[in-house]
């Protein structure tokens, strides 16, 4: 059974820098996109950031972090990754990676029914 495992979150302070590492156990997973998601107490999971897997691997960002985050994989490891600079407290939630597509198109809008496979979150805190 293929799994997501998540990890590289913590507690930085404003500016500081994270990554986040998603990394896929039993078997290798065959999707389109794969999205990291944010997810703060009493809201749904949104979109920060999603990459095209196939081609040119094209890399979606939410407004939000556009220029500060930046999503990647390793396909030979079956890995992906979200490296987070300059933080600032709004980033604080839990982030969920998210893969084996079933959206029409890949973008940072995609919604959690968009995705079949989800990790199970690691917690990223940003002080002031």
């Known amino acids: 059974q293929v799994e997501l495992v998540e990890s590289g979150g913590g507690s930085v302070q404003a500016g500081g820098s994270l990554r986040l590492t998603c990394a896929a156990s039993?078997?290798?997973?065959?999707?389109?996109?794969m999205a990291w998601f944010r997810q703060t107490p009493g809201k749904e999971p949104e979109g920060v950031a999603s990459?095209?897997?196939?081609?040119?691997?094209?890399?979606y960002y939410a407004a939000s972090v556009e220029g500060r985050f930046t999503i990647s994989q390793d396909r030979a490891k079956n890995t992906f990754y979200l490296q987070m600079n300059s933080l600032k407290p709004e980033d604080t939630g839990m982030y969920y990676c998210?893969?084996?597509?079933?959206?029409?198109?890949?973008?940072?809008?995609?919604?959690?029914?968009?995705?079949?496979?989800w990790g199970q979150g690691t917690q990223v805190t940003v002080s002031s």
């Open positions: 998210a893969s084996v597509f079933t959206g029409l198109r890949c973008a940072v809008a995609n919604t959690r029914g968009d995705y079949l496979l």
């Open positions: 039993g078997g290798p997973v065959g999707t389109t996109c």
């Open positions: 990459l095209y897997t196939l081609g040119s691997g094209a890399t």
